[in-house]
């Protein structure tokens, strides 16, 4: 079966964090959840109205959200602390931010 529920997604992701990896592939995501690159793209495509790759950026930019409130992290840069979310570059970072200015 290669059915996916919107909660059973958000569970794996918040769990596994697999977008904790700069170099995460659509292929990558769906061998890890048993169903094949095809199913994955229209399950994102239609439960969220989004690609693959923004979806991607949504969780790290939680992820950053998340990370730049904790102690430990208080004197880190925004661009050792977007790394750490798993964007690839700091140009990617704020390609996406200023891309997604205002958006949720």
Request: hydrophobic share 35%.
């Amino acid at each position: 079966k290669t059915g996916i529920s919107k909660a059973d997604f958000e569970a794996f992701m918040l769990r596994e964090r697999p977008y904790l990896n700069p170099d995460l592939r659509l292929i990558d995501l769906a061998i890890q959840l048993n169903t094949n690159r095809t199913y994955l793209s229209n399950f994102i495509n239609s439960e969220y109205a989004i690609n693959f790759n923004r979806l991607i950026n949504q969780f790290r930019m939680k992820e950053l959200e998340s990370i730049s409130t904790l102690n430990q992290n208080k004197n880190k840069t925004e661009k050792e602390l977007a790394e750490m979310a798993g964007f690839g570059s700091y140009r990617n970072f704020k390609r996406y931010e200023g891309n997604n200015d205002g958006e949720q």
